[in-house]
């Protein structure tokens, strides 16, 4: 099946730096979507995307789908305590509710 | 105000036995789906319905059985041939172009 590779797999980092993950695939997505979990609950939706070469932004979240619609970058700036979790990319083809591909995840982990 | 209802939070089962995990949405979303995560690993999908009385077989859909007699419920039976069960299962449900909206998850572990 299709497969996004999701990177960094962790991010330890200092509170109020900028943060940048990215996710890669060889398949074409025709959505691509940003989540973030937290421990033992469900993935909340930060960024949806839905052209090539869309750039969007919610608050200090920017998200752009790649022009080639293969690769995704999600980028939080003055990351706070709150940021922490596990952020995961999730690409949908279309043409059917045939369900997400998701990345493996990109743990952040702030220290104060 | 409207969300995705997973119940129970937590479930455990003994080898052998047959658990049926509870979803139930109130948004009006035509598609539903289930989903596992395991450590370390991002969500893989077991089974998807887009609409009433049917629904189809995701990436690892050996092991489970669903069924989808209302628009508001999609419940998800994990059976004794599910040889590793123990596992996070997340429901998710879908309307049109639109993101997916995903319950908090039920925790399974066999004992």
């Known amino acids: 099946g299709q497969q996004l590779n999701q990177s960094p797999q962790s991010m330890f980092i200092q509170e109020g730096e900028d943060v940048s993950m990215n996710c890669t695939s060889s398949?074409?997505?025709?959505?691509w979507l940003w989540y973030k979990q937290d421990p033992g609950e469900g993935p909340v939706l930060l960024i949806a995307l839905y052209k090539a070469g869309e750039l969007t932004s919610n608050g200090r979240l920017t998200a752009q789908f790649g022009i080639t619609r293969k690769d995704s970058f999600l980028n939080i700036s003055a990351s706070i305590p709150s940021d922490v979790g596990i952020y995961f990319c999730a690409g949908r083809t279309g043409g059917g509710a045939d369900g997400l591909t998701f990345g493996k995840g990109t743990h952040l982990i702030i220290q104060p | 105000d409207g969300g995705i209802t997973q119940s129970p939070k937590y479930l455990f089962r003994k080898e052998g036995q047959n658990v049926t995990l509870s979803c139930e949405q109130n948004l009006n979303h035509d598609a539903m789906y289930w989903y596992r995560q395991d450590p370390g690993q991002g969500l893989r999908l077991i089974y998807y319905?887009?609409?009433?009385?049917?629904?189809q077989k995701g990436d690892i859909a050996e092991g489970y059985s669903v069924s989808r007699e209302k628009k508001e419920s999609f419940p998800l039976t994990v059976t004794s041939a599910q040889k590793n069960p123990t596992a996070f299962y997340l429901c998710a449900s879908r309307q049109a172009a639109y993101g997916y909206t995903f319950g908090s998850g039920t925790r399974l572990t066999v004992v």
């Open positions: 319905s887009q609409i009433v009385n049917d629904f």
């Open positions: 398949s074409i997505f025709n959505t």
